[in-house]
């Protein structure tokens, strides 16, 4: 985990996503609000770009291969127990393919510029709390 003054405040919170994500997925579809006109796909393609994206900011760049491998499992097995289940969910491929995708891009972002945001807010709120600049 990258230096951070709250590293469990960011962990904590980025393992409540998951949990979150993986009650969202699991819930029957029609217990769930439905949002605004976004197709299946782009759900998942948010929800996996936003978690790579919180997981990225936390970790170093060398751990960002086990972030995406970590997420890519979860969306599997969350295909896995949809289909499982029983509960008018289904199991579909390319949600996986959606998950994959969001993955790898919240992983670019982060590698090309949104790596390490945590340290930064961390920084900038630091500062103003103190009232100190950063050269």
């Known amino acids: 985990m990258?230096?951070?003054r709250f590293p469990r405040l960011w962990?904590?919170?980025?393992?409540?996503?998951?949990?979150?994500?993986?009650?969202?997925c699991l819930v029957p579809s029609s217990q769930l609000?439905?949002?605004p006109s976004?197709?299946?796909?782009?759900e998942h393609f948010i929800c996996y770009l936003l978690l790579s994206c919180w997981f990225?900011?936390?970790?170093?760049?060398?751990?960002?291969?086990?972030?995406g491998i970590g997420?890519?499992?979860?969306?599997?097995?969350?295909?896995?127990?949809?289909?499982?289940?029983?509960?008018?969910r289904q199991a579909d491929v390319n949600d996986v393919f959606a998950n994959g995708t969001g993955i790898v891009a919240g992983l670019l972002l982060c590698w090309w510029f949104l790596g390490g945001w945590a340290q930064r807010l961390e920084s900038l709120v630091g500062s103003r709390v103190t009232g100190t600049q950063k050269p």
């Open 2 to 4: 990258l230096p951070l």
């Open 11 to 24: 962990l904590g919170l980025g393992w409540l996503a998951i949990t979150l994500a993986i009650i969202v």
């Open 33 to 35: 609000p439905q949002p």
């Open 38 to 42: 976004l197709s299946d796909k782009s």
């Open 56 to 67: 990225a900011g936390i970790y170093p760049r060398t751990r960002y291969w086990v972030i």
């Open 71 to 88: 997420l890519l499992v979860m969306g599997i097995l969350i295909e896995f127990a949809q289909g499982a289940m029983g509960l008018g």
